[in-house]
Structures are given as structure tokens and as C-alpha cells.
């Protein structure tokens, strides 16, 4: 199987280091220290003008990044072979960085790029954008109401001084799934899927919910069909803004469908030599599936890779 895209993350996360501040602080100016730089949410980028060649993270060091250190949110990703690694975002729309300060680089929507950068360099930028999210949409207390939030932990960790609860990043997971019934498997497709296009069903898992919970009503939910087995798979942070895809396979109890159209207008049964044709384009029905990004596409693979 490919590796997942947003799922290789080299990064040793060094969490004993984030509250030592001493460390902390002497790390930041350091030389091998380096700085994945985010401005209203994008990533900057060193992009690849050579064909087969990847796009790179742009990483800049404690002189591009001083002026920004103050006023802005920075956050320690971890450290990877001697270098340190932090993210911090340069500001909004309003406050846009002149981009010739960073030759060669370019802030770019992380979707429309993920896929010519590595698995591992997308691994760490969804982190570093999950952060940068949380961060933006985290900035008061909601148990008090009233006070701002103060930043701790080299941005891990938040804290209300008023009412002193603490608050930490979020991650939310949906369960994506793959119902199985004699040797098909069942791709749904929704109302605001370009035209032709389907895949696995997915949807949050809810409070008090296990996986298996969840993959059970999803599926009756969605397509009226009975699950008798979940196997889990694999899992892919989805940084947008900070899902855990939680891909499974289930059986189910037979072929017939009840959709329910305001989540799912079609849904097809497919063998693997259905997929297969998908795959090489000559699908009859000119059906085709999520680009290899997509968990949804891994899973499928590997159900196709299964036999
Ligand atoms: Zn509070």
C-alpha cells in the first residue's frame, strides 16, 4: 500500500520539553532550530519547479521569523535528527507577510498541494496546521466566558487565569467505512460529490460512541444495511481542521439498500475487477473514486489487494 498521506509524521514529538521553558527558550534562537511558517492557514512552500521532483516544506530560521515570535502564535512540533522543529502563524488575510522576504516560497492551501509533497513532510504539516487551527478558533474561555487564553507549553497546552481551566488541542474522529457483502463492496456517493464520483461512507463518531458503535449506525443510517463485523484498518489525521480518519472494513448482512438520499443520493455494489476497471478508466458506468490522498482511496486498495 501506498503510505498515507498526513499519516508518516517523523517528528519525536518531545513532550518532557515543552514545559521546560529554559530549554525552550534557548532552542528558539538556536541554529538548528527551524520554523514551518502558516499565514491565514497555508502553509509556506518551496515549490518544486522540476517534473517528479517533491515540493518541500519551507523551513526559515530564527532571523526570518523574530519580527512574528511576539505577537504571534508559535507552537514546538518536535525534533528530528538534532534539528528542532516549530510552527508559527504569521497572521490573517489583513496581515499578509511580504512574500519576497521568503524567496522561492509560497503560502499554499495544504489540499491543493499535499499530494507532491512526502508522506513524512505532509505528516508533520498536519500537525503543524491542526495547531494553527486550534489555536485560531480556541482564543477564550468557554467555561468563564470572559477571559483570553494564555498559551503554555510552547503552544500544546492553553489556560483560562481566571477560572484556571486548562484546555488542550482537539481532535475529532470520524469513522470511514467500507461495507463488504460476497466479495463486493458498497460505494456511496453524496448530492455535493463532483458528478460520477463515489466512495466509502463516513460520518463523527459521537460521545459514548465506540468505533464499532459508530461504523454500526453510520452504515444503517446511511444505507439501511445491517453490520455484523467491523475490522479496523488504519487511521489518517485529516488536518482540516483536525480530524482522525478511522478507516474500517464491515460485513453486512445482505445486498439490499435503503438509502437515506439527504446523505446518500446512489449507492453501487463492486466487484474487484469493477474496481480494477475504475482503476485503468474504462469503468462502464464512468464511475471513479477519491485521488490517492484520500483514505477512502487506501481503503479501498486494500480491500482490492485483499484476495
Ligand atoms: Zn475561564
Not at 499535499?114 to 474561555?141: F, V
Request: net charge negative; charged share 30%; hydrophobic share 35%.
Amino acid at each position: 500500500m501506498n503510505k498515507i498521506i498526513f499519516a508518516n509524521n517523523p517528528l519525536d514529538r518531545s513532550s518532557n520539553l515543552r514545559s521546560d521553558k529554559e530549554w525552550q527558550s534557548s532552542s528558539i534562537t538556536d541554529e538548528n532550530t527551524c520554523f514551518v511558517l502558516f499565514n491565514s492557514g497555508k502553509p509556506l512552500i518551496r515549490v518544486s519547479r522540476e517534473p517528479g521532483k517533491n515540493s518541500k516544506i519551507y523551513l526559515a530560521h530564527f532571523n526570518k521569523v523574530e519580527k512574528y515570535l511576539d505577537k504571534s502564535y508559535t507552537v514546538f512540533l518536535g525534533r528530528l535528527e538534532n534539528q528542532n522543529y516549530y510552527a508559527i502563524d504569521t497572521g490573517g488575510q489583513k496581515e499578509t507577510v511580504s512574500i519576497s522576504e521568503f524567496d522561492e516560497g509560497k503560502f499554499i492551501d495544504l489540499r491543493s498541494i499535499a499530494q507532491s509533497i512526502s508522506p513524512e513532510e505532509t505528516g508533520i504539516l498536519a500537525q503543524a496546521k491542526s495547531m494553527m487551527d486550534w489555536n485560531r478558533s480556541h482564543q477564550y474561555c468557554s467555561k468563564c466566558e470572559s477571559s483570553e487564553l494564555r498559551v503554555v507549553d510552547s503552544g500544546c497546552k492553553k489556560i483560562c487565569d481566571k477560572c484556571k481551566t486548562e484546555f488542550f488541542p482537539r481532535v475529532d474522529p470520524v469513522v470511514i467505512m467500507l461495507p463488504i457483502f460476497n466479495e463486493r463492496c458498497l460505494l456511496g456517493r453524496q448530492k455535493i460529490f463532483p458528478p460520477r464520483m463515489f466512495s466509502a461512507l463516513a460520518g463523527f463518531l459521537e460521545p459514548g460512541e465506540t468505533i464499532e458503535d459508530a461504523v454500526i449506525r453510520e452504515v444503517k443510517e446511511e444505507v439501511g444495511l445491517d453490520v455484523s463485523k467491523v475490522t479496523y484498518k488504519f487511521t489518517q489525521p485529516w488536518p482540516f481542521p483536525y480530524q482522525l480518519m478511522i478507516a474500517c472494513f464491515c460485513e453486512v448482512e445482505s445486498e439490499t439498500t435503503k438509502l437515506d438520499e439527504d446523505e446518500i443520493e446512489e449507492a453501487v455494489w463492486l466487484s474487484r475487477e469493477d474496481l480494477n476497471r475504475i482503476f485503468v478508466g474504462k469503468s462502464p458506468d464512468r464511475i471513479w473514486i477519491p485521488p490517492a490522498m484520500a483514505v477512502a482511496h487506501q481503503l479501498i486498495v486494500s480491500w482490492m489487494h485483499e484476495k
